[in-house]
Every structure is written in C-alpha cells, then in structure tokens.
C-alpha cells in the first residue's frame, strides 16, 4: 500500500509540474519541426560574392624571379582580365629551418603562424597587396596549415603537450606520412584550437583578407572548423575552402571542397585510356549525394598535382582542352593554378626556386572565355545559384558527354565528344529543342527532337541557348 501512495504521489507531482492542461500542450507541439520536411543540409551563409566565382592558386615564390608579392602585382590586370575573382595565396608564413627539406623548404611547414615569410616581402607589402587586390573587384584567401608545424616553431617548446607524440613520446610527423619536416598537433586539447582560432581571426583582422584554403583539413575534427568559421564571420562574411572531398565540411565550416575524384576520372579517360563511365558516375554522386547548395572546386592542375604527379599535358594529353572545358561547365567552381594559363609543361620545384615563363597561350583564351560565361550566365553559378546537370542521352553513351544546365531561363548545353577517336553521335535531345550559339566559335545550331552532330576526338561544344 505504501507503495502504491508513493507512486501516485510521484505521478501527481509530474503530472503538476509538467502540465495536464491540453490546451497549454498544443502550442509546444505545434513549435514542433515537421519530421518530414525536407531541410537544407548547408546551413552555413556563402558571401554573396562567391556565387559565380572562379578561383586562381598564387605560387608567390615561383611566379616571378624576384618571387616578392610586390612583383606579383603587375599581374593582377592580366588575372582580372582573364576573369579570375577569388586569389588563394600559398602559404605566407615564415618557413621553419630544423630539418628542412631542400634550400628553401616547403611553404607548409610553418615556422611562426603570426609572421610573413621575408622572402615575399613585408607585412605592409601584404597588406598593400590585399588591398590593390580589392580595388580590382577581386578577393583573397591564403593558405593555412593547421595540421602541422616546422620543428622549431615557438609552439613545439612553450606548448609541447598540443602535439602528437610517438609511443616512445617523441614528436613526430602526421602518422603513416613522410612530412619529416614538420610535427603533428593533437587537436583534443583545448590549448591549440584556441590559439589557432585567435591566428585565423588575426589575419582576417590585420590583413583584411577574405578567408582561408584549409590544408589537410580534414585530418583535424570538423566542429573546431565549425566554430572557426562561425568566429570568423562574426568579423566579416568569409571564404572558406577545405583540402578535402566530404559532405560534412559543408554544413556549417566550408563553402568549398576539393574535387579530387573528377580529376582522377578525367586523368583515367584521358591518358589511362578508359570509357568516359568513371566520369558518368561523378556526376551521378554529384548530383545526388552531395549537399545542394555546396560548392566544390574543380581542377586539371593544382601544386600538389603539379609537384608529384606531373603536369597538365602528361596528366591529360590531347584531353586537355576538353577537360579544362568540363571542369568549368560542370558544377563546381573551377580553378586554374600559376601557370597554367602560359602553357606550364612541367611540374615546378618544391623546395627550391623554379620560375615560371610567362608566355601568351592559348589555354589563357580558353579560361578567358569559359569564365565570361561562367560570369553571365546563371546556369553556371555555383551551389543554388546554378542550375543543375541533367543527362542527355545519345547513341555513343561511352564516348560522348552531354548535358543540360539550366536556372531561371538561362540554359547551356555542353557536348563533349572525351575520346580519342571521331564521334558521330545522335542526341536525344527532346526536352532542348532550340536555337542556341556555340559560345567558342560564334556559329548558330539548332537542336531538334533527335539531333545529329560529328565531332573530331576531344571536340567539345557548348551550347547557349539563344
């Protein structure tokens, strides 16, 4: 019996402490999310300015003989001209000594991450940089390093429990790599994410540069990025671009990825000889499994390419026109890395100086059209801001790619024979009936219910409709 009391009792007191009014119930059910609603996955804000924009990696040290931001800016009119918006600096920071690699190191193995490397030049000669950059309509983000340190950064001796130690305790290098140069830091104390944070703050503060291209971000946890960000934008909207290919960098961190998974299914069709059925299947994830509204860089060249796996032509052939094309028109925001612009046929030194020739090339005339599309029209704007790509299908479905994209009336057609042999191809292309411009040679096409079109091996075709 006492039992019983003291369980009604309890059920009293809930029952009075929770509320049985149903009227007062309704309400709170009512604030309740619909468990079946569709919701965006990125809930993060992209700055407005990165909607239509393409991006351009700088190579500070090789980009001229003097290797200097200030004479990386007499190239600033040539970059704007050829219609690049966002500037992503290699690495800035002052280079670490102790076990260096060549003469003059790698630029990620970050000695001091409040310093500017003297070897580029002075922090007001950045800031003057960043400045003229801005004036040009044009942004910038530089590389940041939060993986790792060089061996003698301050860090290493006034905090030496913010890194990873082997089991004997030492420091060591980010496990399974060969980076012998730097050392790993250990993400799980809280020490190092706020000292990191309040360096990505200083530089946005100080420099008044637009956000960061995050190296190996994703070997640190994505809720320090998380809060990184929300930090950041509290001072300005920013540009965040993670080395990485995941669809949990985009919800709340990064607007952008890397595509690293087209590249190797351009490289396997092109040079490795195989059916366009790689590519098919990025687009398929692309379209379906990854976050509507995320951004991801597309590329044919990039340092880390260039440096250890050769260059442009080696990596792409006589696919490299055709793939330059694709990564531009597909979804995602292309990149173009120093050089590639002059016809770059080699892959630059890391570790030492190696200055690029600057030449007139065609590849410059290629990326200054492609991305004066990419500027007007809206089928090619990135995340939500473009239209997305829906399959056309054809005859030669193992040879020749074809799409449409299309957003508030504005619709382009590209039609990439990726072979290396001529194709004659019938489209199906029903649902694109009309009149459209090819944008590189200026000549009308119509396309009609079934069409028909030969194209010579890696002849591409883009399509605007009229």
């Given at each position: 019996?006492?039992?019983?009391?003291?369980?009604?009792?309890l059920?009293?007191?809930?029952l009075?402490?929770?509320g049985?009014?149903?009227?007062?119930?309704?309400?709170?059910?009512?604030?309740?999310?619909?468990?079946?609603?569709?919701?965006?996955?990125?809930?993060?804000?992209?700055?407005?300015?990165?909607?239509?924009a393409?991006?351009?990696?700088?190579?500070?040290?090789?980009?001229?003989?003097?290797?200097?931001?200030?004479?990386?800016e007499?190239?600033?009119?040539?970059?704007k001209?050829?219609?690049?918006?966002?500037?992503?600096?290699?690495?800035?920071?002052?280079?670490?000594k102790?076990?260096?690699k060549?003469?003059?190191?790698?630029?990620?193995?970050?000695?001091?991450?409040?310093?500017?490397?003297?070897?580029?030049?002075?922090?007001?000669e950045?800031k003057?940089?960043?400045?003229?950059?801005?004036?040009?309509?044009?942004?910038?983000?530089?590389?940041?390093?939060?993986?790792?340190?060089?061996?003698?950064n301050?860090?290493?001796?006034?905090?030496?429990?913010?890194?990873?130690k082997?089991?004997?305790?030492?420091?060591?290098?980010?496990?399974?790599?060969?980076?012998?140069?730097?050392?790993?830091f250990?993400?799980?104390?809280?020490?190092?994410?706020?000292?990191?944070?309040?360096?990505?703050k200083?530089?946005?503060?100080?420099?008044?540069?637009?956000?960061?291209?995050?190296?190996?971000?994703?070997?640190?946890?994505?809720?320090?990025?998380?809060?990184?960000?929300?930090?950041?934008?509290?001072?300005?909207?920013?540009?965040?671009?993670?080395?990485?290919?995941s669809?949990?960098?985009?919800?709340?961190?990064?607007?952008?990825?890397?595509?690293?998974?087209?590249?190797?299914?351009?490289?396997?069709t092109?040079?490795?000889?195989?059916?366009?059925?790689?590519?098919?299947e990025?687009?398929?994830?692309?379209?379906?499994?990854?976050?509507?509204?995320?951004?991801?860089?597309?590329?044919?060249?990039?340092?880390?390419?260039n440096?250890?796996?050769?260059?442009?032509?080696?990596?792409?052939?006589?696919?490299?026109?055709?793939?330059?094309?694709?990564?531009?028109?597909?979804?995602?925001?292309?990149?173009?890395?120093?050089?590639?612009?002059?016809?770059?046929?080699r892959?630059?030194?890391?570790?030492?100086?190696?200055?690029?020739?600057?030449?007139?090339?065609?590849?410059?005339?290629?990326?200054?059209?492609?991305?004066?599309?990419?500027?007007?029209?809206?089928?090619?704007w990135?995340?939500?801001?473009?239209?997305e790509?829906?399959?056309?299908?054809?005859?030669?479905?193992?040879?020749?790619?074809?799409?449409?994209?299309?957003?508030?009336?504005?619709?382009?057609?590209?039609?990439?024979?990726?072979?290396?042999?001529?194709a004659?191809?019938?489209l199906?292309?029903?649902?694109?009936?009309?009149?459209?411009?090819?944008?590189?040679?200026?000549?009308?096409?119509?396309?009609?219910?079934?069409?028909?079109?030969?194209?010579?091996?890696?002849e591409?075709?883009?399509?605007?409709?009229?």
């Amino acid at each position: 019996m006492r039992k019983q009391h003291f369980f009604s009792f309890l059920l009293l007191a809930c029952l009075t402490a929770c509320g049985t009014d149903q009227q007062d119930s309704k309400p709170s059910q009512a604030k309740e999310s619909n468990p079946y609603a569709p919701k965006p996955y990125v809930e993060l804000k992209h700055p407005e300015w990165s909607k239509n924009a393409t991006i351009y990696e700088v190579n500070i040290r090789q980009y001229t003989p003097e290797g200097t931001f200030k004479a990386f800016e007499k190239h600033l009119p040539r970059l704007k001209a050829m219609g690049i918006d966002i500037l992503w600096l290699m690495p800035i920071n002052p280079i670490g000594k102790e076990k260096r690699k060549g003469k003059m190191g790698s630029y990620y193995s970050i000695q001091d991450y409040y310093g500017v490397n003297p070897e580029f030049g002075t922090l007001d000669e950045l800031k003057a940089l960043v400045k003229k950059i801005h004036g040009m309509g044009m942004y910038v983000i530089i590389d940041w390093v939060a993986n790792h340190s060089s061996w003698d950064n301050k860090l290493a001796k006034e905090h030496p429990d913010w890194y990873t130690k082997t089991p004997e305790g030492n420091f060591q290098p980010t496990p399974w790599y060969d980076w012998d140069d730097v050392i790993d830091f250990d993400y799980d104390k809280e020490g190092v994410r706020k000292y990191m944070t309040e360096a990505l703050k200083y530089w946005v503060k100080e420099a008044d540069i637009d956000g960061y291209r995050c190296d190996v971000a994703g070997f640190i946890p994505v809720d320090f990025w998380d809060n990184v960000r929300a930090e950041l934008d509290q001072i300005k909207p920013v540009f965040m671009l993670a080395e990485w290919e995941s669809r949990d960098m985009h919800k709340r961190a990064f607007d952008a990825t890397y595509a690293w998974s087209l590249w190797d299914k351009m490289h396997a069709t092109t040079v490795g000889k195989k059916s366009i059925a790689g590519l098919v299947e990025y687009m398929a994830h692309d379209v379906s499994s990854f976050p509507k509204n995320s951004y991801r860089m597309t590329f044919t060249d990039n340092h880390d390419k260039n440096s250890w796996e050769g260059n442009q032509y080696s990596n792409f052939g006589e696919g490299l026109e055709a793939s330059m094309v694709l990564c531009s028109v597909v979804n995602g925001m292309p990149l173009v890395y120093s050089g590639q612009e002059a016809g770059l046929d080699r892959s630059l030194a890391f570790f030492e100086k190696d200055s690029i020739v600057w030449k007139k090339h065609r590849n410059e005339e290629i990326y200054t059209k492609l991305f004066a599309l990419k500027h007007q029209n809206k089928a090619l704007w990135n995340g939500e801001h473009g239209g997305e790509m829906v399959r056309i299908y054809s005859d030669k479905m193992e040879q020749v790619l074809s799409f449409m994209r299309e957003k508030e009336g504005n619709r382009i057609v590209p039609i990439i024979n990726y072979s290396n042999k001529p194709a004659k191809v019938m489209l199906k292309t029903k649902y694109q009936v009309g009149k459209y411009k090819e944008w590189f040679s200026g000549k009308e096409i119509e396309l009609k219910e079934n069409t028909e079109l030969e194209l010579k091996a890696w002849e591409y075709l883009i399509l605007v409709k009229q």
